[in-house]
Antibody
C-alpha cells in the first residue's frame, strides 16, 4: 500500500525558514516524479513544486520561486521542501503527492500544516 | 500560470445529475489530454476521480464521468447521493514544468 506521510509543519514567524519532509513507502519511490501541493485556509489547491525521479530537475510555482527548494533522498525514500523567507500567505496545509507516468496524482499524504504568523 | 476556472458552487437533489466545468487555456487543457479531477472531503486527502480527461480509476463509481473539449473540461456526477457533497478540483498538465489546479467547486446535495 502506498503511504505518504508529511511532517515538519509548525508555526513560524514571517521571514523565517522551515523544512518539510515526506516519508514514502509502498512503491518504487525512485521511479516517480513527486510534488508539493498546498491549500491555504478557505482557498483551493495550489501546485507548489515538482522534482523528477532522479532529483535532477525541479520546477516551482511563481509564488514560491526563489524562496522554496524541493529535494529528495531516494536512498531514504524521502521528499523535502525547504521554505525560506516565509510570508503570511504561505500559511497552508502542505501535501506531498505522487505523480504517475500519465501526469496525474494517484497518491497523497494527509498534509502538514504550516502557519506563518507573528 | 493562472488557476483554472471552476464555478464556486453547484447544487442538486438526490438522484439528479450535475456538471462542473473547468476552463483553462490553449496552454493547458487546450493542449494536453492530461486533465484530472479530485474529490476533497473535509479532513481527508484529495481522492482521484478521473485521469486523462475521461478515464476512471478502478474503485471509482461509474456515476462519475468526464469530458474535455477545447479549453474546457467537465465532470458529471449522475444519480447524486448525499455523500457526494464535497469539494471538487480539476487539475491540468501545462507542460513539463508546471501543473495548474482549478479554484474548486463546492457541491451541495439538497
Amino acid at each position: 500500500e502506498v503511504q505518504l506521510v508529511e511532517s515538519g509543519g509548525v508555526v513560524v514567524q514571517p521571514g523565517g525558514s522551515l523544512r518539510l519532509s515526506c516519508a514514502a513507502s509502498g512503491f518504487a519511490f525512485d521511479d516517480y516524479t513527486m510534488h508539493w501541493v498546498r491549500q491555504a485556509p478557505g482557498k483551493g489547491l495550489e501546485w507548489v513544486s515538482l522534482i523528477t525521479w532522479d532529483g535532477g530537475t525541479s520546477f516551482y510555482a511563481d509564488s514560491v520561486k526563489g524562496r522554496f527548494t524541493i529535494s529528495r533522498d531516494n536512498s531514504n525514500f524521502s521528499l523535502y521542501l525547504q521554505m525560506n523567507n516565509l510570508r503570511t500567505e504561505d500559511t497552508a496545509l502542505y501535501y506531498c503527492a505522487k505523480e504517475t507516468y500519465y501526469n496525474y496524482f494517484d497518491s497523497w499524504g494527509q498534509g502538514t500544516l504550516v502557519t506563518v504568523s507573528s | 500560470q493562472s488557476a483554472l476556472t471552476q464555478p464556486a458552487s453547484v447544487s442538486g437533489s438526490p438522484g439528479q445529475s450535475i456538471t462542473i466545468s473547468c476552463t483553462g487555456t490553449s496552454s493547458d487543457i487546450g493542449s494536453y489530454n492530461f486533465v484530472s479531477w479530485y474529490q476533497r472531503l473535509p479532513g481527508k486527502a484529495p481522492k482521484l476521480l478521473i485521469y486523462e480527461a475521461t478515464k476512471r480509476p478502478s474503485g471509482v463509481s461509474n456515476r462519475f464521468s468526464a469530458s474535455r473539449s477545447g479549453n474546457t473540461a467537465s465532470l458529471t456526477i449522475s444519480g447524486l447521493q448525499a455523500d457526494d457533497e464535497s469539494y471538487y478540483y480539476c487539475c491540468a498538465y501545462a507542460g513539463p514544468s508546471t501543473r495548474v489546479f482549478g479554484g474548486g467547486t463546492k457541491l451541495t446535495v439538497l
